[in-house]
């Protein structure tokens, strides 16, 4: 299954726990930075092509941000009211190809990458919920909410790998 994930990227999800993420500039994200966020599930990626940087993040006592239960999923939505808190960028990571980096389902991050190729591979859900902190009064954006053709998907998926053929 191919889909796009507004956050500027093309997931080629190939079974239950094995999933190609294909980070491109031919598809900008629709939101400028990424929402910090976590996971229902332990992740490995390891990077294919080109490279990614991980933000990691702890959340703190504080009101310039709040936290709120996430689900993508039409009408599934949490019963948990959202928290206020702030946010500490605990570290940065940049990985190249041929390397590769874990995330636990509680971390709290995000990733900024532009022709970039990673290989996910997750664990089963851990939780129900994953959580999402964004600055207080921002809007809520949906990273499912545009939809590409597939054939579209495709034909970028293939660009992408065409590239990678001969850069190498």
């Not at 310039?64 to 940065?92: Q, R």
Request: proline fraction near 4%; include cysteine; charge should be negative.
């Amino acid at each position: 299954m191919i889909h796009y994930f507004g956050l500027g990227f093309i997931q080629l999800k190939l079974d239950q726990t094995n999933r190609v993420h294909f980070y491109t500039s031919e598809l900008p994200p629709i939101v400028d930075d990424e929402d910090i966020h976590n996971h229902r599930y332990d992740f490995t990626s390891k990077i294919i092509s080109g490279k990614i940087t991980n933000y990691l993040y702890s959340e703190v006592d504080g009101d310039t941000h709040f936290k709120e239960d996430e689900s993508c999923k039409e009408g599934v939505k949490s019963e948990t009211p959202p928290v206020n808190c702030g946010v500490l960028l605990t570290s940065m990571h940049t990985y190249v190809a041929g390397s590769e980096y874990f995330v636990d389902h509680n971390t709290f991050h995000r990733v900024s990458a532009t022709d970039c190729v990673t290989w996910i591979v997750r664990s089963g859900y851990k939780k129900e919920f994953a959580q999402v902190i964004r600055p207080l009064n921002s809007v809520k954006v949906c990273p499912f909410g545009k939809k590409l053709p597939d054939d579209k998907l495709w034909e970028i998926v293939e660009s992408i790998i065409k590239h990678d053929k001969t850069s190498n």
